[in-house]
Each structure stands twice: as C-alpha cells, then as structure tokens.
C-alpha cells in the first residue's frame, strides 16, 4: 500500500525567517490522521533563511536527524559539541536525558533540510550528538546514512528501531530498496519526479508505505530521495 500525502496537503507555518512544512503534526498543525507513521513522529521540511536560525531549546527522549539538502546548519549544544553540516552530510542527535541545542544558518543563502524525529528504543540514556559526511556524487543506489539495525556499522547510529537511506538517481535510473516483513517506510523525494512502485511523486511530496516487500524508484527527472525504514 502506497500513500501519497502531496506536499499541498501538508501542515505549513511561515515565520518569515522559517518557512515551514510538517508532514505530521507539529506545532500548530494538528490532523489526527498525521500524527506519527510507526515511530517516526516528525518529518519537517525546513527553509531557513541566511543568518537566522533555532536559538537555544531543548529536547528529551527523541532520536533527530537532520539531513541537510541545500547550504549549511551550525549546531551547538549544552554538551560542548560543534559542527556545521552541509549539503550531503547528517546529523543525529539522541536527546536522551536531556539536551539544549541551536541551530542557526550561518551562510549567505537559504539553508534547506528535513528534521526527521524517530521515537527510540529506549528512554532515559545519555544524551549524544554526531555527523558524518555523505558526498552525494558518490552514492549507488540508496545508501544507510543512520541506522539503529545491526549490521549498518558505517552509518551514524540511532538509539532506535529505524534506518534513514537516501539515494541520488538520474533521469531514467532506478534504484530498489527491500522492507523486511511488517516494515513501514516512508519515502520523500527532495527534489526531482520519480516512480514508486508505480505511483508518481513530486519534490517534496510524501508516501507512506506499507505492505510492501520490495521497492523500486526510477526517476523521471534527476532526483534526491530521502526514505525511513520503520517499525
């Protein structure tokens, strides 16, 4: 089963400095019917405009994975962590106990990325925050960037049942992705035209998935996919 939630029907608050789209609820967007997909609680498709940003917040209990499309984000938390992560490269942050952070976009253009919150396994563990390069030009096929499965030992890890994959495909390349029996997904493409499964989806439409084994995109145009495997 594939649903498509197009990007029109999403939650959406522009704050000026922050534009803002939910595919679940979040904020002040609120639909019974898009509250969660699984464990993944939040998908935001975030446009952030130059030398602005989140001021210090904290979080509790949330595995967050920032997945940056376009510029850069500058994190800094209450642990004495640092980093600017830029286009092609992934943060996650497990809130655990308690964590404060910023995020602020530091750069002379818009910063474009999705904060993708996954529940985790466990609540109560020590808060922690890491990024990893992930240079698009080098990915085939889609690629584990975070992952809390065994096995995915090259990816950023997450304290929860849920592997984060992205793929770049061209115009007419198709990539498969396989669900283990009674695995959720859901699927984004950041930017693009691609087919799944046959269903066509635009930038930044989303499909929830379920009941499906085997996954097969093809572009139609250049495309960025981003997909959570879920519980």
Do not use: C
Not at 67 to 91: F, M, P
């Amino acid at each position: 089963m594939l649903e498509l939630r197009p990007f029109a029907t999403l939650g959406a608050a522009n704050h000026g400095w922050l534009d803002a789209h939910h595919h679940f609820s979040f904020a002040e967007y609120y639909d019974p019917q898009r509250m969660n997909w699984g464990n993944l609680r939040v998908w935001n498709d975030d446009v952030i405009a130059p030398g602005s940003g989140f001021p210090q917040h904290p979080h509790r209990d949330m595995e967050i994975i920032t997945y940056v499309r376009e510029g850069a984000i500058s994190h800094q938390d209450n642990l004495g962590n640092k980093g600017r992560t830029e286009a092609g490269d992934v943060q996650v942050m497990s809130a655990g106990t308690g964590i404060a952070h910023s995020e602020y976009n530091l750069e002379s253009t818009a910063t474009r990325i999705f904060q993708i919150w996954i529940i985790p396994n466990e609540e109560g563990l020590a808060p922690s925050w890491g990024a990893k390069p992930f240079p698009k030009d080098s990915r085939e096929g889609f690629v584990t960037l975070a992952s809390g499965k065994a096995g995915d030992d090259q990816s950023l890890r997450i304290r929860a049942d849920a592997r984060l994959v992205a793929a770049n495909l061209k115009a007419g390349e198709s990539a498969e992705y396989r669900l283990d029996a009674a695995r959720r997904a859901y699927l984004v493409p950041a930017t693009g035209l691609i087919e799944i499964n046959g269903l066509r989806a635009q930038a930044r439409d989303g499909v929830a998935i379920e009941d499906e084994q085997v996954l097969r995109v093809t572009a139609i145009e250049d495309s960025e996919i981003v997909l959570v495997d879920l519980a």
